[in-house]
């Protein structure tokens, strides 16, 4: 039975393809660090397009200290006042009259990927930068196989189509590797393997794709994530690619790929 068919016949969701040439912006809400900097680190938490990001830190005496960050993301980027709590102390009664919170500085977080950013900031004084990216704890695994359908596509510069209308994907993933069989309109099957690897909440797929009818073939990487639906498993992707067809070379960012197991 055709994939998509079957899919439907037991009433597994499926939802359509965004392709575009768009930028990273997606969910960044994770445990952020410097794998260099271990004993500080982000929790950056997303509503929206709204961030809320703590970082805990260590102050001019080298003693713990967290300050916050909060701003509306704009083009990847978000930035705002640093500011610094305190409170009543510990073991105490609480009494919210002693909270309070002072500026101490600012920070812009730039989103370079959904899973590299870089920090720059001035606080108490001093300034600098940082990169940071998703802290891995305990990635999580869901093998199986998804289904998808994807609508749209991209021209190279010259105005060759590349990867036109998908009318079924298929993908598989054992836990480390993953295969995608994608159906494009016209009878064409594009083969794309990869090997995936933890990074924070998501899981970062790499690796390589060909075309058995259109002679084009590429690169690919793609931010792997996973929720739950009802009894279904979500597979989410947000791929980017680097596609070589008729002698020029495109690279598309598909945004929103949703497939359901």
Known sequence: MHAFQRCFKFAILWAVLLCSASSFAGRY??????????GQGFNIGQQGEVIFASWFTYDNAGESMWVTLSGTLTNNVVSGDLNLFTGPKLGTAYDPSKVSSTKVGTARITFNSLSKAVVEWTLSGFSGSMNIERFTWNPLVYAGTYY?????????????PSYAVSTDVVVTFDGTTIRIADKISGGALCNFVGTVAGEGSIMRATGTYSCNTSAETGTWNSALSFSQSGSQTVLSRNDTMTRNRGGCTAIQTVVGVVTYR
């Not at 809400?29 to 271990?38: I, R």
């Not at 998808?148 to 060759?160: E, F, L, N, P, T």
């Open 148 to 160: 998808s359908q994807c609508v749209g596509g991209s021209k190279c510069a010259d105005g060759v």
């Open 29 to 38: 809400q994770d445990w952020w660090w410097n794998p260099n900097q271990s």
